[in-house]
């Protein structure tokens, strides 16, 4: 097999997640990418690393070979100019046990390959961050970003309770929800304390929030300002929500603050099928049977572990 230089833009994303996340992952990998993997995805789609928490990264493709030498003979056609740079071998877990790449073997990989850029390799700060890793028989190199892991910086809120959902998974959720931003209206019509309208609002999606408990909304929109982010959020019951969004992110109420029964469920499932095109709901019970009855089709689903013994859970329900 020959090298190549890629001239169409691929990328390949590197994965991480905790064992009690896997569900989860695959349903936000489906829909962002329409594959699932366990370390690597490779795909033509251009997704921000930062905008999953599964994602540690993404190397832009540049070369591939068939070895760590087919690399090397090609990197320096590079041109960077006064620029420094870094190559970092990225660690993933693709290899069989028997290629297993170890940790000096990895430093000399990133020599090796660094030695033929024509440049000033810099190893704190350098201007632009290369990677090369293997995958599937043969080797990628190219410009590497890395996740700044944006979420992390929302789980401490002013406003907090114990049910409320992780920044992780309110996360993942509004990716499942809203795979391409653009020019797309949503809603979290029970939002809560802002959880996933903080998530949202980080990305850049227009999304507005309400929610019928007054000192939910408050909260919400303490939590909102906090983080210098902008967003309307009402208090108004789903049933008086007036207006039509092309997404719904609904986590149902069943929390001490905001209790709700069968027909209550159902009443804001009912709702929301008259107000969105695509809803995704987020439950800790059995609801197919109310979703069917008002009008939607399941498109998918995965269910969301709290800790590695799931003893609490969440059902994602994507429908349409």
Not at 24 to 41: H, M, P, T, Y
Not at 172 to 186: K, L
Not at 282 to 305: P, Q, S
Request: include cysteine; charged fraction near 25%.
């Amino acid at each position: 097999m020959e090298n190549r230089s890629i001239e169409t833009n691929e990328y390949l994303y590197v994965y991480t997640k905790g064992l009690e996340e896997g569900s989860l992952c695959r349903l936000e990998q489906r829909v962002l990418f329409g594959q699932e993997s366990d370390n690597l995805i490779k795909s033509t789609s251009m997704i921000e690393p930062s905008r999953s928490p599964f994602i540690k990264g993404r190397l832009t493709i540049l070369y591939s070979g068939d070895s760590v030498e087919d690399i090397s003979k090609q990197v320096n056609q590079i041109e960077l100019g006064n620029k420094t740079f870094k190559v970092l071998y990225i660690k993933i877990n693709d290899l069989p046990s028997g290629n297993k790449i170890e940790f000096e073997d990895q430093r000399a990989i990133e020599k090796k390959v660094g030695w033929n850029i024509i440049g000033k390799a810099e190893m704190r700060k350098p201007d632009v961050l290369f990677g090369i890793i293997p995958f599937e028989g043969r080797w990628y190199f190219g410009s590497y970003a890395e996740s700044d892991s944006v979420w992390l910086h929302h789980a401490k809120k002013p406003q907090e309770y114990s049910t409320a959902l992780s920044t992780r998974l309110a996360r993942a959720v509004v990716n499942i929800a809203v795979p391409d931003p653009t020019d797309v209206s949503v809603i979290d019509p029970c939002c809560g304390i802002g959880t996933v309208l903080v998530e949202a609002l980080s990305m850049g999606i227009t999304i507005t929030g309400a929610d019928r408990n007054p000192l939910a909304v408050k909260g919400a929109r303490e939590n909102i300002a906090h983080f210098d982010y902008h967003g309307e959020v009402a208090v108004q019951d789903i049933a008086e929500q007036e207006g039509h969004y092309d997404v719904a992110i609904i986590d149902m109420p069943y929390n001490l603050y905001s209790r709700a029964t069968a027909e209550e469920q159902y009443t804001i499932i009912k709702h929301a099928r008259r107000i969105a095109n695509r809803v995704v709901i987020l439950t800790i019970e059995d609801m197919d049977e109310m979703i069917v009855k008002a009008g939607f089709t399941i498109m998918d689903r995965c269910v969301a572990n709290k800790g590695l013994k799931a003893l609490f859970s969440r059902q994602v329900v994507v429908c349409e």
